[in-house]
């Protein structure tokens, strides 16, 4: 089997109502970048890459293309390193990374298919089927309503059946952070997981302090207090809260994730399958954080691809720590306005009260929708 072609689809879709979190960025417009890899077997696999779908486009096009035509699929690994070097002379990390991510999804996608096997069975088979789901949601909107907003969103997952919740915080006030973070607590119960994400917008000394504050609330997780080039103000954030310190969605590569995890930075890494580069490059990250005694949770936000690649990545996850009642890793399930993620493909991945079935068709074990493709795409 070789492959004939790499296509890239960009698309776009306008946003009605912009949200924002801590970094102050409105959305208007919600943008993705698919990557399609034809076979001359007819088999075609699917990729998703994570950030500004235009510059993705560019370095699959432009430098990453020429080097995968022709090659077979089932090199994967080889074709991940070569594509790697041929860009780090530019930059080992970010958009570069993305781009191969794409690449690499799309590949495992023919292999499974060409397989007849899940991607999951190709990777190590699942320790689990089914996915307990968190919402990730609670972003700023009305900035005049934002604790009524905020409980009446929380509520809402909470009769869904979600069991865990994560919620922006950083409004720029410690004090409008924590009523609003209580106000959730008290209306969802004790018995729902809370998780709050600041996007890096704290110092060492405000994170510190909010999260003495947000222990008392029973918050499972602080996700990305502070700048993720701060590794030493993890360190420090980390050892002086009881709670658990996550972060990891900036990282790339199993190079990136070697320095945190050897100085025990964070409690939990996020590694993007759509980002970090690609299923293979996330498995070696998981085997370093399992090595180091590290959860391995990911972040996912993308299109139905990327959500499909993460639900195999993370069925392939051991428990850590192995144990009679395990502590499996949860799947982020973003509840944004995302059409890319809802209509791309024909087999839903949708919850029921909170779980989510891992797909056991071939490949990623999705049918993507040409017509959706069709409708969003940039010309």
Not at 141 to 170: H, S, W
Request: glycine share 8%; aromatic share 8%.
């Amino acid at each position: 089997m070789k492959i004939t072609d790499v296509i890239t689809h960009q698309l776009l879709v306008n946003v009605d109502e912009p949200f924002t979190s801590s970094r102050g960025w409105y959305y208007k417009t919600k943008g993705a970048l698919v990557v399609e890899i034809v076979t001359d077997e007819g088999i075609v696999g699917w990729g998703d890459c994570y950030g500004p779908a235009a510059v993705n486009r560019a370095i699959v096009e432009t430098v990453l293309r020429a080097a995968v035509i022709g090659r077979d699929p089932f090199d994967v690994e080889v074709i991940w390193e070569e594509l790697y070097n041929k860009v780090k002379d530019y930059g080992m990390t970010g958009m570069n990374i993305s781009a191969i991510s794409g690449i690499d999804i799309a590949l495992w996608d023919i292999i499974g298919k060409a397989c007849g096997k899940p991607v999951h069975k190709l990777i190590g088979g699942a320790f689990r089927t089914e996915l307990q789901a968190y919402a990730t949601g609670l972003y700023f909107r009305d900035m005049n309503r934002l604790v009524e907003d905020a409980v009446e969103e929380a509520q809402g997952y909470v009769e869904q059946g979600f069991g865990a919740i994560k919620m922006k915080i950083g409004l720029g006030s410690i004090h409008k952070d924590l009523e609003r973070v209580a106000a959730v607590r008290d209306a969802i119960g004790p018995r729902v997981q809370l998780m709050v994400d600041a996007n890096h917008c704290f110092t060492v000394p405000q994170a510190i302090n909010i999260g003495r504050e947000l222990e008392k609330l029973d918050v499972h997780w602080f996700e990305e207090p502070i700048s993720p080039e701060d590794v030493d103000g993890y360190v420090e954030v980390s050892r002086r809260l009881d709670m658990a310190i996550a972060g990891g969605e900036n990282e790339f590569t199993k190079f990136s994730f070697r320095h945190i995890l050897e100085k025990r930075a964070m409690d939990i890494v996020q590694p993007d399958v759509c980002a970090a580069g690609g299923i293979t490059e996330c498995k070696k990250i998981a085997t370093l954080a399992q090595a180091h005694s590290v959860q391995c949770v990911p972040h996912a936000w993308g299109t139905a691809i990327g959500l499909a690649a993460t639900m195999h990545f993370l069925a392939s996850l051991p428990n850590c720590p192995p144990c009679l009642v395990p502590v499996h890793p949860m799947l982020e399930y973003e509840q944004t306005f995302n059409p890319f993620r809802d209509e791309l493909s024909t087999t839903r991945l949708t919850h029921t009260r909170g779980i989510v079935t891992v797909p056991t068709g071939p490949g990623l074990g999705i049918e993507i929708d040409r017509e959706v493709l069709r409708k969003y795409r940039v010309a």
